[in-house]
């Protein structure tokens, strides 16, 4: 089959990356084009295998044996270090963060980081009350603020979220990074 043949030709739109996060922080994530992000792979990176996903735990269960399998990642073992528990979760994008790394020592790779952070922050709202109190007027003009429209929360729930980046570089290193983060499911 030759793909010339069934292909539309490519246009500015196609190498776009349309990252969501670009509306408040008018900034991508990562690139804003395909040829950004391929030109950022070193020459020497032959097979690295990475992934970031992120979900709610309310309503999905992510196995991180799962994640590992795709990734092609070994599942056995993993040493665990925890973070210290972030006072300014909304600014720095995590409540709590686990660093997982292979090793022979190390403990199950499927933690109960997710329950543990769910019976922790379950109820979301009242934790940055607790956390944040009145805002200062630079956190008040924090367009983050503005969209949980804290502290009243009228423009939708704001709840408990998790991430995962897994990153497999073959020969060198397995790492993955799960958090917990404030997310608002806005009207």
């Not at 990356?17 to 070193?42: D, F, N």
């Not at 992120?54 to 925890?82: C, F, H, I, K």
């Not at 429209?149 to 980046?165: E, M, N, Q, R, W």
Request: aromatic share 10%; glycine share 4%.
């Amino acid at each position: 089959m030759n793909l010339s043949e069934l292909a539309r030709p490519w246009t500015d739109v196609d190498a776009e990356i349309p990252w969501m996060q670009r509306a408040a922080y008018r900034k991508p994530l990562i690139a804003t084009r395909v040829e950004e992000l391929t030109a950022r792979i070193w020459l020497t990176t032959t097979k690295v295998t990475s992934t970031l996903r992120l979900w709610d735990p309310e309503y999905e269960t992510l196995n991180v044996r799962d994640v590992l399998a795709g990734l092609q990642m070994p599942t056995e073992t993993y040493s665990l270090a925890l973070s210290p528990v972030s006072r300014t979760p909304i600014e720095d994008g995590y409540l709590e963060c686990m660093h997982l790394v292979v090793s022979s020592d190390g403990i199950a790779a499927d933690v109960a980081f997710a329950r543990s952070q769910l019976d922790r922050y379950g109820e979301m709202e009242r934790h940055l009350v607790d956390c944040y109190g009145t805002l200062t007027p630079e956190r008040d003009g924090d367009p983050r603020f503005r969209t949980i429209d804290y502290p009243a929360f009228d423009l939708g729930s704001v709840k408990l979220g998790l991430g995962i980046f897994a990153e497999n570089a073959a020969f060198q290193h397995a790492s993955i990074w799960c958090w917990s983060r404030v997310v608002n499911w806005h009207k």
